[in-house]
């Protein structure tokens, strides 16, 4: 098996630039998004709510997410505006999990991305508030009309955001990784159950960005399979390298305490593997994401660099 290193060694060099400019055209939209001006059916828009919110969204992030739907979206032609609108919709949903993640009564974090939480920056209230009002305002934006002419297709996109983010998604997840710490019993910390887990709370997201993606573009039911698995391979990845760099990171570049998991006694798969198994581990799933892919041949070199990069990230 190929080590980590190995299979980041190939690199695309216009990778950073195309994620950085679809960041930027994130928040751009989601800046128009968080304005304070009631749309038609609102009564109001409270300006703490409206500023809580913009802190929660605009406060940095590679925009991955919004990022993996549109270039999967690219994959089958689908307009690129339609996919960034649906990736900023998608982008609200992780925001608001990102808000009540850090609450005291779940992980109590006072930093995220460099800056206070919602929480710290307002209060406990605001930031329940701020959570519920993204989540909302993501199936608002996903169910428009200018994310696809088809009301099918919308309909698509907003029961598989659903599933992805609730109960069998990651919601759900949230609930075992609690579970996992001990606070409601007794917790099998196995590896199928720690990856069950992983696969709900943070997987579920990044592998309904690539379906988002394949839906939009209207694929067929082999070629969404396609980008179902290259998804569930690249959100199970996503999930390792977080927890490594948990453990081995710096907490400056991270933007966020580091060695948190450890003291909470969270279920990973680098407690279960230990850091060199949870290596190989990732490597082995980058390698599984690219070939993937296989089908799409050079069409699908800047999502294979995104699988590379999911790997590789230092925070």
């Known amino acids: 098996m190929l080590g980590l290193d190995a299979v980041m060694g190939a690199h695309m060099p216009d990778f950073d630039a195309r994620l950085s400019a679809t960041a930027a055209e994130i928040d751009a939209l989601l800046s128009q998004l968080l304005d304070d001006k009631p749309l038609p059916g609102e009564i109001a828009r409270p300006s703490r709510l409206v500023r809580a919110m913009r802190h929660a969204v605009l406060g940095g992030g590679k925009r991955l ?64 508030l ?21 009301a099918r297709v919308r309909a698509a996109l907003v029961v598989e955001l659903a599933r992805a983010a609730g109960l069998g998604g990651m919601a759900g997840g949230q609930m075992l990784d609690l579970a996992a710490e001990g606070r409601f019993g007794q917790f099998t910390h196995g590896e199928k159950e720690v990856a069950t887990l992983q ?7 990044i592998r309904f960005a690539c379906r988002a993606g394949a839906i939009l573009g209207q694929a067929d039911v082999a070629e969404l399979a396609v980008l179902d698995r290259f998804g569930a391979a690249v ?81």
């Open 65 to 128: 997410r919004p990022f993996l739907l549109v270039e999967s979206a690219a994959l089958f032609g689908a307009n690129r505006g339609s996919a960034l609108l649906a990736g900023s919709a998608l982008e609200c949903v992780h925001c608001y999990s990102l808000v009540h993640d850090d609450l005291p009564a779940m992980d109590n974090d006072d930093l995220r991305r460099g800056r206070p939480t919602v929480h710290k920056a307002f209060d406990d209230a605001t930031a329940i």
């Open 130 to 150: 701020t959570g519920d009002a993204l989540l909302t305002l993501a199936f608002d934006v996903m169910a428009r009309p200018e994310v696809h002419a088809d």
């Open 199 to 205: 696969a709900m709370k943070t997987g579920a997201l």
């Open 235 to 315: 959100g199970q990845a996503f999930q390792i390298a977080d927890d490594l760099l948990d453990v081995e990171g710096d907490a400056a570049r991270l933007g966020k305490a580091a060695g948190k998991d450890a003291a909470a006694g969270k279920a990973t798969l680098v407690s279960v593997l230990g850091i060199a198994g949870a290596r190989a581990r990732l490597a082995a799933l980058v390698t599984e994401a690219e070939a993937a892919l296989a089908p799409f041949g050079a069409r699908a070199e800047i999502l294979r660099a995104a699988a590379r990069f999911t790997a590789a990230r230092q925070s």
